[in-house]
Each structure stands twice: as structure tokens, then as C-alpha cells.
């Protein structure tokens, strides 16, 4: 039986592009503008935005996907978690300018303001430590937010550190640790067992074992 994968593009398309090549699938190492491709032994691949992964796989249109736990975080979709992948590792995180030395333990401020992508995950943080704040919903350069007065702290995804060095902020708390998941269409998953299963051992022989 033939798949159709969601396949994400961006920071993990090559690491998942190279799973998949390993798995006996020919994804490209770029897709360019492609949208979809079918490969030589009949799987159709789906080249999408991460946070589209879910959605594709939720109503049947792909089979399975390769998404970012983070993008599940903040995902309502219905799919299943079958396995972590181990690649694509990056930390989220409570960051702040070093300056406010919030990571020495310095207070917050009463009117605490926080910058994020991953609003679901920093208002769950947030309400268990029972620390009032509103959340600033943003979509990019969340690290400006801080320096400029928008936010006292941010939620955010790092990798390296890199991005927060350069801007002088420092991680004042990890909330947790993402990775690349493989998911899959509760339905498709009954109908598409053996098939599905196989794809996963050639991804991962451990996460199938």
C-alpha cells in the first residue's frame, strides 16, 4: 500500500528528506516550489509549512507526517504520536535581556508583559507557577520585543543560543525540549497498519521496535 507523507519544509525538511532517502523513499533534496511529488515506489510525498503538518494529517490527506513536537504544543489537531525521531533538538525557553537579571533571580515586575509564537505553551507555563501575564501574540523577531520595550520576556525556540547573544538576552528557564515526531491519522492508522509501521522501522528501527 502506498503513503502520502507530510513531509515539513524549512529548519527540518533536510534532516527528514535524508530519513527518508535512507528509508528507501526518493525525496528530493530540495523541493524548490513543489508542492507534492510521487516517488519511484509510489509514496507521494507533501511538502508543507510545519504548523500545516497536523491539519494534512488530521483530515486524511496525508497518511502520516514528520512535524516538530513544538508545532504539536500548539497544535488542537488530532493526530497521533507514534515516535520522536531524535533529530531536529532545540530548547523552549523563557528568555529576558540580561540586564533585567531575571536568570540571577531578580523579581519580575508586577505588570508582567511576554512576547511569543508559542502562546499555548507560555500561558500553561505561566498559569502553573500561578505568575500573572499578558501574552503578546507575535509571528517573528520576537527577540526585538524585549529591547524595545513590547515585553519584559519572551517564549521562544532555540537551537545554538546564538540569536540571543547577539541581541544580549539569556535563558532565564527552559519549559522543555522539542524534537522531530512521527505522526499519524488515528483512522489511517487502523486501515494502513502494516504499511505504516514498516515506513516508521525504515525511518527509525528503534522507534518501531
Not at 503538518?53 to 512535524?67: Q, T
Not at 537579571?101 to 502562546?119: D, I
Not at 524534537?179 to 516508521?200: C, E, H, K, M, Q
Amino acid at each position: 500500500m502506498s503513503l502520502t507523507v507530510g513531509v515539513p519544509k524549512g529548519a527540518l525538511y533536510d534532516e527528514a528528506a535524508a530519513r527518508l532517502r535512507a528509508a528507501g523513499i526518493d525525496a528530493p533534496e530540495d523541493p524548490g516550489r513543489r508542492l507534492t511529488c510521487t516517488t519511484a515506489d509510489g509514496t507521494r510525498l507533501l511538502f508543507l509549512r510545519p504548523t500545516d503538518v497536523p491539519a494534512y494529517v488530521e483530515f486524511g490527506a496525508a497518511d502520516c507526517g514528520i512535524v516538530g513536537a513544538d508545532v504539536l504544543w500548539e497544535s488542537e489537531r488530532n493526530v497521533s504520536e507514534l515516535a520522536d525521531l531524535g533529530f531536529g533538538a532545540c530548547r523552549l525557553v523563557v528568555a529576558a535581556r540580561r540586564v533585567d537579571r531575571y536568570h540571577e533571580g531578580a523579581p519580575f515586575p508586577t505588570f508582567l508583559r511576554v512576547a511569543s509564537k508559542f502562546t499555548k505553551s507560555a500561558e500553561a507555563y505561566f498559569a502553573e507557577r500561578d505568575i500573572p501575564v499578558q501574552i503578546v501574540k507575535l509571528h517573528g523577531s520576537v527577540e526585538l520585543s524585549p529591547l524595545v520595550g513590547l515585553a519584559d520576556l519572551i517564549v521562544d525556540l532555540v537551537a545554538t543560543g546564538n540569536t540571543l547573544r547577539e541581541h544580549d538576552l539569556v535563558v532565564v528557564d527552559e519549559i522543555a525540549r522539542s524534537t522531530a515526531r512521527f505522526v499519524v491519522n488515528p483512522v489511517r492508522f487502523r486501515s494502513a497498519y502494516g504499511a505504516i509501521v514498516d515506513l516508521l522501522g525504515r525511518l527509525d528501527p528503534g522507534a518501531a521496535s
